[in-house]
């Protein structure tokens, strides 16, 4: 004999369905909310002490550990946090045990010893223009939208042509050493910015990154002080999230005096930036979509406003993006250089992960 639900049991089914279906949305409410904080949040980037010396002849150390060891150029983070020096790229390497032998140049501090754990960063200098490349430099305070802000003015032989850096996030002055000498050697005086948010800079009152949506206006003021110190031509470097505080920049406000952009590594696409975030801790998808809509709630940042379209390229701009980038996918800079091909040149640099293109090509 063939059962028939009655009506009684169906309004049951119907309200268990429904108390599921509120929970389920409950749940991925909540989770969307905590990751849109985490992702907003203001943190200086983490370092991971995941390498190992396993042999040392000389300066000649032989490091096993993550995928990175086996690459380019690379920095030196005791753990507790001071500077061992700058590892050559790997003189030979076993990619199979992750394990690659380089020379230490520019050692500072006592031998690295067998057994001991360090982390190699692409950031080789941690210090300034003076120390770091020999050149001259002042630190210089203008004004933004949220206060004084401060900067490293590498003057050049040209008094009128200006490239102002800006960094990633998490990040500070110094990620940009690796880029102002082959500026400076170009003649170039270089403008190395901080914006809000960074330490002993102006906070933003909800002390949250905007990844550009905000944050542009100090792009803008980082300008105006170039124009007023003699700058008539003006070119913009941005790294990852630094290049996402440009286009906002520039698709909002610009400015004549701009005239090149370079993009290393940059956020265009911040849909795909957050899906890979998402990816890399092992979440379903499907929390892109409560994630975005939290963002929007809890700071106002829409990702398609920030996002960068081909419609809004108008300098001449070179991207430096690689395309095992684990970071932000390299689609978003094919996409544009595909759709500007007029405007937009495209460098892939293959294996050379996030921010490390100088690592891989120093000349």
């Known amino acids: 004999m063939s059962y028939t639900p ?16 509120l929970l389920a949305l409950l ?14 949040a203001v943190n200086p980037q983490k370092v991971e002490y995941d ?16 995928a990175y060891n086996i690459q380019g150029v690379a920095g030196g983070i005791r753990t507790d946090g001071s500077m061992i020096g700058i590892f050559s790229a790997p003189t030979s390497s076993d990619a199979s045990k992750q394990t690659a032998t380089r020379q230490l140049t520019d050692p500072n501090g006592s031998a690295l010893s067998v057994g001991e754990k360090i982390s190699l960063q692409g950031n080789v200098w941690t210090s300034d223009p ?7 430099y002042e630190t210089v305070q203008y004004e933004s939208p949220l206060g004084a802000t401060n900067a490293w003015l590498v003057p050049g032989k040209s008094k009128t042509t200006w490239t102002i850096g800006v960094h990633g996030i998490g990040a500070d002055k110094n990620e940009m050493l690796r880029f102002v000498k082959p500026v400076h050697a170009a003649g170039n005086t270089m403008l190395v910015i901080n914006y809000r948010n960074d330490p ?7 002390d949250y990154n905007h990844f550009g949506d905000t944050e542009w206006q100090d792009v803008k003021a980082a300008v105006a002080y170039a124009k007023e110190q003699g700058a008539t ?43 890979r975030q998402i990816q890399k801790n092992s979440y379903p998808g499907i929390l892109y979509y409560p994630t975005v809509l939290a963002m929007k709630l809890r700071a106002g940042v829409d990702v398609n406003s920030i996002s960068t379209q081909a419609s809004d390229i108008k300098h001449k701009t070179l991207i430096i993006h690689s395309s095992d980038d684990p970071t932000v996918p390299q689609a978003a800079s094919k996409e544009l250089a595909a759709a500007k091909p007029d405007l937009v040149t495209l460098s892939d640099f293959g294996q050379g992960g996030h921010l490390r293109s100088w690592n891989h090509d120093t000349a």
């Open 233 to 275: 031509d003006i070119r913009l470097y941005g790294d990852s999230l630094g290049g996402s505080l440009v286009e906002n920049y520039l698709k909002r406000a610009g400015d004549p005096a701009v005239s090149k952009v370079v993009l290393d590594s940059p956020a265009l696409d911040w849909k795909q930036v957050i899906q």
């Open 27 to 40: 749940v991925l409410g909540v989770v969307g909310w905590v990751g849109a904080g985490k992702l907003l």
């Open 130 to 136: 003076k120390a770091a490349l020999g050149l001259d």
């Open 200 to 206: 002993g800079n102006p906070q933003s009152a909800d």
């Open 51 to 66: 390498q190992t010396v396993e042999a040392v002849d000389g300066n000649n150390y032989t490091i096993s550990g993550s």
């Open 6 to 21: 009655t009506p009684s049991t169906w309004k049951k089914i119907s309200l268990w369905t429904l108390v599921f279906l």
